[in-house]
Structure formats: C-alpha cells, structure tokens
C-alpha cells in the first residue's frame, strides 16, 4: 500500500497567528493532534456491534502488528503535524484509550483554542478515561470542563466553521450535552439523530473536507435534520456501504485525506474486497474533484476493536482546514 507525497512545508513561524509563543499544542500555526500508543488496547469486552460479530478468539489483536500499524500512521502524521502523545496510565481496563477521538474536543472557535471538553463516556470500559483525559489537558494548562449529560468527544461532535459544529446523539451521546455547550460557550450545534447501531459515532457518517463542504451519508438521518445541517455546508452525499466501509472516518493533513484501507489483507473477487475497492475509489474521485491526496494506512488490528482511523487521531488544532487547496 503506497502512501502520497506530502505536501510541502509551511514557511510560516509555528506562532506567527498569535502575539505571543503558543501556551499549547493548539495555538501552533500548523497541524497538532493528540494520539495514544497502544500500550493498553485490547478486545477484552465487546461493547460495540462490530466486536460483537467476532468470535473471542477472532477478536484478539496481535499487539506487535499494532504497533507496526500504529507507527506506520504515527510517522507520517509526525512528519506535517505536531503529533503529542498520551501518556498510558498503570491503570487496568483501558483497553480504548488508543481511540483518542473519544477523549473530548478543543473547541475550535474560541480565539484561544484552550479549551477542552472532556467526554463523560456511555460505554462502561471507557468511563475510567475521563479523569485521564482531565488530569493530562489540565497539566498542559488546559481549561477543561466535563458535561454532566452522556458525551464522547470529537467522535461525535465535529466542527464546521465560524462556531458551527455538527453534534450526533441517541446512542453515546446526548442532546443535553450539546444544549449545554451551545448556553456555555457561545456555540451552535447542529443535531444529528443516529439509529443505525453500527454508525454509533458521528465520524461513521460526516467528515468536514473544508470549511464549506462535508461529506455526509444523508441516508442514515432525519431529512428535517439534515435541511439544517444545509444552511451551514455543502453536503457531498454518500451511500450507506460507503459509510459502511469507513469513508467518512478520515483524517484531513493539509491537502492530503488520510484513511484505513486493509485492501491488500483481501482477497480479490470477494464481496469484502468489492466494497473496500468502492469505498476507495469514491473517496478518490471525491478527493480529486478538490484537488486533495488520499494516503491510506491499514489498520486492520484496530478494526477488532471495532474502530478506523478517525479513532486514533484527536484534532488539537484544526490548521490543516487553511491550507490552500490548488
């Protein structure tokens, strides 16, 4: 699997932006993400519907492969972006804290970008992250808030422009979290319904490409719902085994959209191979109709834990959206 080039680098000082030298990792002037090394992650407890549908012993990942798979992402994104990592704490039952998504959200809109709000988790395994998250943010220096409503991260609250933001709820996370965000911090929320059981994150089925256009499987929502995300973005529809396969859980770098692809693990012919081949030359056709890259990387040890690439990857800045796209 062949990865693109990387775009050029950024002539610009990293706090040009800014009066003063960035506070955070958030106030660079180029990309920043956090992720997690998965010192901890395993498939000890099913609590999704794709770990469901494997046998225990299918559901098992093989740890060295994940960190070969885990670098493979980690040094391509570490070669455009800041890239910082979590630290894994000697606690047991962290077996997710790799999928840093889930962990919360800067919120993008505030002139500072210092602020974090840290997820109050749905899923049982996960809920012990919240104090790793809180204590890890507030250490940098982070104002960090935690909602009292059900609310997992940037997984499923992802940001549109101005202070716009797309926010699903009805399986992890709850309405009443957004109306709080929106009342705290001077925010609008667009609400997404999901239903779907495995689209149980929003990532599953909305990926902003740019300020002005999202990719969006209309399909799986309420179109009253989705007549109100209009007004604020061009929705590029996409089919439900698109949305399936992963397409919207990507990763924008500057011009380059990054995905999981574990295409060469498949056997040609089959229906598995069919819909990974479609779902990869979609994304390619819509990637190039915006002048965008695709790099793929597969992660095939983290499917097992029913997760893609978007999982992995929590936007501590979201600079890659003012690259110029030629």
Not at 49 to 78: G, K, S
Not at 206 to 212: C, K, R
């Amino acid at each position: 699997m062949s990865n693109v080039a990387r775009p050029a680098e950024s002539s610009s000082e990293p706090w040009e932006r800014l009066s003063e030298r960035p506070a955070n990792p958030s106030q660079l002037g180029r990309p920043a993400f956090l992720m997690n090394p998965p010192f901890s992650y395993s498939c000890e407890v099913a609590n999704n519907v794709w770990m469901e549908d494997l046998t225990d012993e299918d559901r098992v990942p093989d740890a060295q492969r994940a960190f070969v798979q885990f670098f493979d992402l980690y040094n391509y994104v570490a070669s455009e972006a800041l890239v910082t990592l979590l630290p894994t704490p000697r606690t047991t039952g962290l077996q997710d804290l790799v999928f840093t998504a889930n962990l919360g959200i800067v919120l993008e809109h505030l002139e500072d970008r210092n602020t974090v709000v840290i997820s109050r988790f749905t899923s049982p395994p996960r809920q012990a992250e919240t104090p790793v998250g809180r204590d890890f943010f507030r250490a940098m220096g982070y104002d960090t808030h935690i909602p009292q409503a059900r609310f997992e991260g940037e997984a499923e609250l992802k940001y549109l422009r101005g202070n716009v933001y797309v926010g699903g709820y009805g399986q992890r996370s709850d309405p009443e979290a957004y109306t709080w965000m929106e009342r705290t911090f001077d925010m609008q929320v667009v609400k997404l319904r999901m239903t779907d059981p495995r689209m149980y994150h929003l990532d599953c089925t909305v990926f902003p490409l740019t300020p002005e256009q999202t990719l969006v499987c209309t399909s799986l929502y309420d179109q009253a719902e989705i007549r109100e995300l209009e007004k604020h973005t061009e929705i590029i529809d996409v089919d439900e085994d698109d949305a399936y396969t992963g397409i919207c859980n990507s990763v924008r770098l500057d011009n380059v959209i990054l995905n999981s692809s574990h295409i060469h693990d498949l056997k040609a012919g089959t229906e598995e191979y069919d819909s990974e081949i479609r779902k990869n030359r979609k994304l390619e056709d819509v990637a190039s109709r915006l002048a965008f890259e695709v790099s793929y990387f597969n992660l095939s040890e983290y499917h097992k834990g029913g997760a893609l690439l978007s999982c992995m990857m929590m936007h501590l800045n979201r600079f890659s959206y003012a690259f110029p796209l030629l």
